[in-house]
């Protein structure tokens, strides 16, 4: 059973930044961040395929937000620049074993890290 473990989330005032990270305990093929607001539906943020890159962006995050791995294709980060108060969600780690125009598949979850940004 593939286990995410996320750390990096914490609160922050608008226009700042936060940095996400998130380890899988085995390979797979692709990572992903999501978010949920409250009262929203849960959102794909960023994607990435850890073996032939070219990650994926919604438009709400594309030119703030990016995602990267480490060597070990294990590690993802999301890094969130120019934060503003709409990206205040829960944001999940997410790990499967396909990867398409549509994003990463997310056969596991993580337990998810709050991010609040304040005004």
């Known amino acids: 059973q593939v286990q995410l473990a996320e750390s990096g989330g914490g609160s922050v005032q608008s226009g700042g930044s936060l940095r996400l990270s998130c380890t899988s305990s085995?390979?797979?093929?692709?990572m992903a961040w999501f978010r949920r607001a409250p009262g929203k539906e849960r959102e794909e943020v960023a994607g990435?395929?850890?073996?032939?890159?070219?990650?994926t962006y919604s438009d709400s995050v594309k030119g703030r937000f990016t995602i990267s791995q480490d060597d070990d294709k294990t590690t993802v980060y999301l890094e969130m620049t120019s934060l503003k108060p709409e990206d205040t969600a829960t944001y999940y780690c997410?790990?499967?074993?396909?990867?398409?125009?549509?994003?990463?598949?997310?056969?596991?979850w993580g337990q998810g890290t709050q991010v609040t940004v304040s005004s």
């Open positions: 997410a790990a499967g074993n396909q990867y398409s125009e549509g994003g990463c598949r997310a056969d596991y």
């Open positions: 085995h390979f797979t093929v692709c």
């Open positions: 990435i395929d850890l073996y032939y890159g070219g990650p």
